[in-house]
């Protein structure tokens, strides 16, 4: 599928009805799945459990430790990790793909869903994905797929109680940095102040979700900022994460989370990239950059490396040598800001 053809070629209504006339469901999302990924995962799931539908929830790790706390006891969460580990064994009636449609985030599956296309069902809020599932419902104007969510949960007639309200709110919140984000709209505000309404807990997931973490990640931490580096004239910053860092401070690969964030706080660093090696040879990047008149849209930036994202937001992967990579991504950045 060509980018352009990344389009919406059903309704809300109409996967709502496809939802009511089926029993069965397997639900996804991409790998190292986020606050936003998981709540829909996880709200959507539980509504339609409520209808009297049966669902599997399945995972592609490694899922950050701080969301584990989101997940309702009784809830059970299925995981792929490799080609070894078990697929889903129920045949469902339908397969729900959520906040992605791109074969780069759903690797470990893949094999599973590609034969059942044609009940899969993708609903996104990105501007790039592949020909993943026969329907196709995406809105980029949402600031999370969560906000979608919400929307299918009233088609399907589904009363948003305290437990989906949580995990809805888990996902705007994450996905707009706790309504920082530019992507964050006045419907992102209507939505959130429902959702409180129906018992969400702001405070208690803030508690939950970014306070959560291990002290592997404050010592990752302290070897992001050490590396990092200003180039284009101080404007993009870049840190570097190796291999051996993860290695010598016991990190995880999932336990980078925000620290793409954390360089924004200066005025003048308009754009921020963060290259890590969690795994020996695997590199991988995350391209950030403020809301401005002469921002870098990082997701053409990423589609050079290969991935893609939103304008301000976006992620690649890479094989080869990490000092290969940062010089590549340290060139784009110079020709970019010329
Ligand atoms: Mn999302």
Request: proline share 4%.
């Amino acid at each position: 599928m060509t980018e352009n053809d990344y389009t919406s070629n059903t309704t809300l209504a109409d996967i709502a009805a496809i939802m009511i006339g089926a029993n069965s469901f397997v639900i996804t999302t991409h790998g190292k799945p986020d606050g936003d990924a998981l709540g829909a995962v996880l709200s959507l799931g539980r509504a339609l459990e409520a209808i009297g539908k049966t669902v599997e929830r399945w995972i592609i790790p490694p899922l950050p430790h701080a969301l584990r706390g989101i997940v309702d006891e009784g809830v059970k969460l299925h995981f792929h990790g490799d080609e070894h580990a078990p697929m889903p064994t129920i045949e469902p009636d339908r397969v729900i793909v959520v906040d992605t449609g791109a074969w780069s985030q759903l690797d470990a599956l893949r094999s599973w869903i590609e034969p059942r296309r044609e009940k899969t069902i993708v609903i996104d809020h990105h501007l790039h994905g592949d020909d993943v599932g026969a329907k196709l419902f995406v809105d980029t104007s949402a600031a999370a797929v969560c906000e979608v969510i919400a929307r299918l949960i009233d088609e399907l007639g589904v009363e948003i109680d305290r437990v989906i309200a949580q995990t809805l709110f888990v996902g705007v919140a994450s996905d707009t940095g706790w309504f920082r984000f530019s992507n964050t709209t006045a419907a992102t505000h209507d939505l959130a102040a429902r959702l409180m309404r129906a018992g969400a807990d702001h405070a208690a997931i803030y508690r939950v979700t970014e306070q959560g973490e291990r002290p592997e990640k404050l010592e990752l931490m302290k070897r992001a900022l050490q590396s990092l580096q200003l180039v284009a004239g101080g404007s993009a910053a870049v840190m570097t994460l190796t291999y051996e860092d993860f290695q010598q401070v016991g990190a995880l690969p999932e336990d980078t989370e925000r620290f793409v964030d954390l360089p924004q706080a200066v005025a003048g660093i308009e754009t921020v990239v963060l290259i890590s090696e969690p795994r020996k040879g695997a590199t991988r990047m995350s391209f950030r950059s403020k809301p401005s008149a002469t921002a870098i849209n990082v997701n053409e930036l990423a589609q050079r490396f290969g991935g893609g994202g939103h304008a301000r937001a976006a992620g690649a992967k890479m094989d080869g040598p990490i000092d290969q990579v940062r010089q590549a991504v340290i060139e784009a950045l110079e020709a970019a800001s010329r």
